[in-house]
């Protein structure tokens, strides 16, 4: 079952390039949380959270990348908002590898509540910035 399903009511952006890698990243985390929650071999889950990790990263950077080229006055809070979660994923990423942390039902919930919270309030507020 998915965690997390893109409609364009809840999280559509109007801007082209956000919304398609919204839809691949909100897939890779329903893989994730699917192998997580679903018994799957550790290698597995590692695996897709590392990939999902990068894609996270990449995707970001690309959101950043355009603000700052139409000069979008939100960059700098959207920006830490940002960091905040790439460090929190880091750390998780690290503590996985270690042993010392798995994917569970509560990370797949958290992540989904800050996507909930960040795509409408600060993803949607660069929407004619980018457009423009």
């Given amino acids: 079952m998915s965690l997390i399903t893109w409609t364009a009511d809840q999280y559509g952006t109007n801007v082209g390039f956000a919304d398609e890698e919204h839809k691949i990243l909100f897939d890779k985390l329903n893989n994730l ?3 997580a929650t679903g018994g799957a071999e550790r290698s597995a889950v ?3 959270l590392d990939d999902l990790i990068a894609y996270v990263v990449g995707h970001f950077a690309h959101e950043e990348k355009e603000m700052q080229a139409k000069g979008f006055d939100g960059y ?3 920006k830490s908002e940002h960091d905040a979660l790439v460090g929190i994923c880091a750390g998780l990423q690290t503590k ?3 042993g010392e942390a798995d994917v569970t039902e509560e990370v797949g919930q958290m ?3 800050w ?3 960040h795509i409408p309030t600060f993803d949607m507020a660069y929407s004619s910035a980018l457009n423009s």
Avoid: T
Wanted: proline share 0%; charged share 15%.
């Fill in 33 to 35: 949380y699917d192998l």
């Fill in 46 to 48: 590692g695996a897709q």
């Fill in 76 to 78: 700098a809070g959207h």
């Fill in 96 to 98: 996985f590898h270690a």
């Fill in 111 to 113: 992540v989904k509540g």
């Fill in 115 to 117: 996507l909930d919270s």
